[in-house]
């Protein structure tokens, strides 16, 4: 694979992804050949700024959890008041790195 299209790839969705785990999608990405990788790049990955956006200003309801695909939580939020705030609280500070996970996951589920 050529390793321009490799670096750009990194450079242009790294947020996307959780820091720790970029070396390691970084050598799964350069052991593609062109035509999967060039699949990768239709992939649509969730911003985790959007989420803790959401999360700020939406998350006693529950949405930024139905986002994310975790289900139960975001109705637990909803007929809770995100537990009377203290549940939406903490999503504030974890809510990105579950986004990143997420989008990890699915990349490494396309690999």
Known sequence: MDINKLD???MT???????????FLKDRLAALDDSRFSALSMIEFKDPTTL????????SFGVDRFMIGDTGMGVLKLLTGGLCGILTVIDWFIISGKTKELNYNKLMSLI
């Open 8 to 10: 750009m790839f990194i």
């Open 13 to 23: 969705n790294k947020k996307f992804f959780p820091e720790e785990k970029m070396a």
């Open 52 to 59: 803790l956006l959401i999360s700020i200003f939406l998350g």
